[in-house]
């Protein structure tokens, strides 16, 4: 078997097939990022995986999962300051909890450098918005590279580390899912030797670091004037392309769109000029002006929004160039993943004589989506089956993120308001105020607890909220591939001190406190029908550990699982398993039999329960 | 080879990304180009999951376009139709383990059951050639992705793909007894 730590450790470098993810460990391990950090969330979790696959000893660089994005990235910037090249990573969404923070990094003279990876999520696959985080980088006078391959990723992190030690910035490295996600063989080059000191640098002769009253204009001042030096430097990096297909007609573009146009452009005769930029901000505004210049025609195919269009038609506008620049049309090209498909669609809309949209084959064959399932065992399904069971129709339920958020789908529909992490309990405290008829139910992960749900439960004492908290504590931060979180006992790196939730509650003033493990169907039910005719804030903690977890773990062990259940003699077609608890072991065959599907099954047995007719039973 | 688009779809948890990584592995030992992306949003155990490989120096995106794969691979009954009717071109192929993981609307009983004539009756109108792999003395059903595999192998459906590809690429993901399982496994239907 070929060591992932092995090859990202190689001190003569090779070929190797990866994932971006994984590219840019070996990147920062090339560069010598001294500081990683991190909170989970895809699609950057697997940059964690690979880093974890380093052997801890002989890995150069410390990396720790931080509480949110925000700390994650405050530790980062800590380390640069000292003089330590850092980066943090994090999703799209990520942004917008460590954006008072981040904001900030560029008035500060960042000696050791600083990389932000974001990965954005055009398509919104697993992210509840597409937001387009080039925004922030105008807002705060950020460069951004835009790598399209593995193999970009690679070289444009260095790139970014390079620039950002260089002018003591904050460079951003934006990827995005199928930028993160996707694979090919990187030629990786030999690793250089880092003399890592200790001493720390910090020192505020390279302040000011805070941005104080005069100071700090004087810092902006001073960012605005590195941005403005910066633009003159990118002129000359070496990363943009141009095919010249000696066309009237142009296209810029960047990162993953520009993968798809060239599959477009595979089918066409009639190819356009193609630009494709590297850094998406600031602009190498001669040489688009340029391309502009060489073209009656150019379009800006740009995923999400029209962030390149606008600077692109400004630079055009104050040149007094006469190309007609082709932005965004209809709404649509504002909205997803820019695809082949979706790439196709959009440029047809402008050069329909080139360009046909892929024709829909007609089958009379519809097949309705298979949406993700909460796994068989998991503890949330019994929650959310016996909490069902104590709810009116009139309650109103407030989700948070996690994969307690599946709740939301059928057969349970639990959950019917979600803003982002941590939001639950603000926003059912703001739902039970001139409400005195239906009963506010709110839910919460134990990792997104400690992530941004503690300020919600901090201001429900404070001021004195009515409504119920159910906090869905199952050991992990699951959703994004089991992470550990401060209740856990364990850091990324060792064992550490645990943080139990319940002891946090009480420290934070909670008095009404419930505990139970959600295996226990009924008297979970009858702890929320009690708590809901309680008055003020009440917390119900939900507990089962996660079973996929568990699963793998006694797999790995090599030990067996429990013997699957069966349906059996006294199933009298209730219906209930399969329908209302709704585990997917449970099948429905010819003629209305319910069996269960024994490759699902992990003999959790959570399902006995539920049963009518006592039907369920472990096989022989 | 300019281009050869390999879509493969499952459902969470069978298996779909080792299936993938293996392919990827086997297509490089043979010398040519291969690019691809795993699609796994919110990939817990019964979500639709999905796979893209793209073989030849023409292929760019790591997504493949919407009907114009040569190659569809599922591993389960359900998304075998799915992977057909989104992914796959006239003329291509349908490879598909024949397990049946019931989506949630036919567990509710508002949709039938895929059947293996609904399978073939798409099939006939993309004028699509369809192996239906299924072995019924299969001790361990997270082998399902090795078998449909083997298949491959067997059939050589991946042009210029051997079966000492297959095989070499096991070896550089799997180890111990696993590899060794997963190997035997492999040799017995592969021949």
């Not at chain 1, 942004?95 to 954005?120: C, H, P, R, Y």
């Not at chain 1, 810029?252 to 089918?267: C, F, Q, R």
């Not at chain 1, 503690?454 to 009515?466: D, E, R, S």
């Not at chain 2, 550089?172 to 035997?184: A, C, F, I, P, T």
Request: some cysteine; aromatic content about 6%; proline content about 5%.
């Amino acid at each position: 078997m070929k060591s992932m730590g092995e090859m990202l450790l190689s001190t003569g470098g090779g070929s190797e097939i990866v994932i971006g993810n994984t590219a840019i460990v070996r990147a920062m391990l090339e560069a010598g990022v001294r500081v990683a950090t991190s909170y989970p969330g895809s699609p950057t979790p697997e940059i964690a995986s690979a880093i974890a696959s380093i052997p801890r000893e002989r890995n150069p660089m410390y990396f720790e999962f931080s509480v949110n994005e925000k700390v994650a990235t405050e530790v980062a910037f800590g380390a640069s300051i000292n003089g330590h090249l850092s980066c943090v990573f994090f999703k799209s969404v990520g942004l917008n909890v460590a954006a008072d923070t981040f904001v900030q990094l560029s008035m500060m003279e960042l000696i050791g450098g600083m990389v932000i990876v974001l990965g954005d999520d055009p398509g919104a696959n697993s992210s509840q918005n597409e937001q387009d985080n080039r925004h922030y980088a105008h807002l705060s006078y950020t460069p951004v590279f835009e790598p399209a391959t593995p193999s970009e990723v690679y070289v444009m992190f260095k790139q970014a580390a390079d620039l950002s030690r260089k002018l003591r910035m904050p460079v951003i490295v934006r990827l995005s899912t199928h930028v993160c996600h996707a694979k090919e063989k990187v030629d990786f080059g030999p690793m250089p030797v880092h003399e890592h000191g200790n001493k720390p640098l910090f020192c505020m002769e390279n302040g000011p670091y805070i941005p104080i009253a005069a100071d700090a204009l004087k810092m902006k001042r001073r960012t605005l004037h590195k941005f403005w030096e910066l633009k003159d430097l990118l002129e000359e990096l070496p990363v943009n392309i141009v095919e010249d297909n000696s066309s009237e007609r142009g296209v810029i573009t960047a990162g993953a769109p520009y993968l798809s146009l060239m599959d477009v452009l595979e089918e066409v005769e009639d190819k356009p000029d193609v630009m494709k930029l590297g850094i998406v901000h600031p602009l190498p505004k001669n040489r688009i002006l340029q391309f502009l210049k060489a073209h009656k025609e150019v379009k800006i195919l740009e995923e999400l929004d029209d962030v390149l269009e606008r600077e692109i038609k400004a630079f055009a506008y104050d040149n007094g160039l006469t190309t007609r620049i082709l932005g965004k049309g209809d709404l649509e090209d504002w909205i997803g993943e820019y695809t082949p498909d979706k790439v196709r669609e959009v440029l047809s809309k402008c050069w329909p004589d080139t360009f046909k949209p892929v024709k829909e084959p007609d089958s009379p064959v519809k097949l309705n989506a298979r949406p993700a399932q909460m796994c068989p065992g998991c503890g949330h399904r019994s929650a959310f089956h016996a909490i069902k069971l104590a709810l009116k129709d009139t309650d109103i339920t407030v989700a948070d993120i996690g994969c307690h958020t599946l709740g939301y789908l059928e057969p349970y529909r639990v959950g019917q308001v979600l803003l982002c992490m941590g939001h639950s309990t603000g926003t059912a405290a703001g739902l039970s105020m001139f409400n005195d008829s239906r009963r506010v139910v709110a839910f919460l992960g134990d990792s997104t607890f400690f992530h941004a749900g503690l300020p919600g439960i901090v201001n429900a004492v404070f001021n004195k909220h009515n409504l119920t908290l159910i906090i869905m504590e199952n050991g992990t931060t699951a959703m994004t591939g089991h992470q550990d979180h401060p209740a856990v006992g364990r850091n990324f790196n060792d064992v550490s001190q645990k943080i139990p939730v319940r002891q946090v509650l009480e420290g934070l003033g909670v008095s009404n406190i419930r505990e139970i493990d959600t295996y226990n169907q009924a008297g979970l039910k009858e702890y929320v029908e009690a708590a809901l005719e309680e008055e003020g804030f009440k917390v119900i903690i939900a507990r089962h550990p996660c079973m996929l977890k568990f699963t793998r773990e006694m797999r790995k062990k090599g030990k067996k699982l429990p013997r699957p259940v069966r349906v059996g003699e006294k199933c009298n077609l209730k219906y209930v398993c399969v329908g209302q608890f709704a585990c997917p072991s449970y099948q429905i065959a010819d003629g209305g039999r319910v069996w269960v599907q024994e490759d699902l099954c992990i003999g959790d047995r959570s399902c006995v329960q539920t049963c009518p007719s006592q039907a369920i039973e472990p096989v022989e | 080879m300019k281009k050869y688009d390999i879509f493969l779809a499952g459902v969470g948890g069978q298996g779909i990304g080792l299936l993938s990584e293996t392919l990827a592995r086997a297509v490089d030992y043979s010398g040519q180009r291969v690019i691809g992306a795993d699609t796994h949003g919110l990939a817990q155990r019964g979500g639709m999951v999905s796979s893209h490989l793209r073989v030849g120096t023409g292929a760019h995106s790591v997504l493949i376009t919407r009907h114009s794969a040569d190659l569809v691979v599922a591993l389960e009954r359900h998304e075998a139709l799915r992977g057909m009717l989104d992914y796959l071109k006239d003329g291509g192929t349908l490879v598909y383990y024949d397990a049946v993981w019931q989506p949630l609307d036919v567990r509710l009983r508002r949709t039938a059951q895929v059947r293996n004539e609904d399978i073939e009756a798409e099939a006939a109108r993309k004028k699509a050639k369809v192996l239906r792999v299924f072995k019924e003395d299969l001790a361990d059903s997270r082998m399902q992705n090795v078998i449909i595999m083997a298949e491959l192998s067997k059939a050589k459906l991946i042009p210029g793909v051997e079966k000492e590809h297959y095989t070499a690429a096991l070896s550089d993901l799997l180890s111990g007894r696993v590899l060794e399982v997963n190997l035997k496994a492999f040799e017995e239907v592969a021949g």
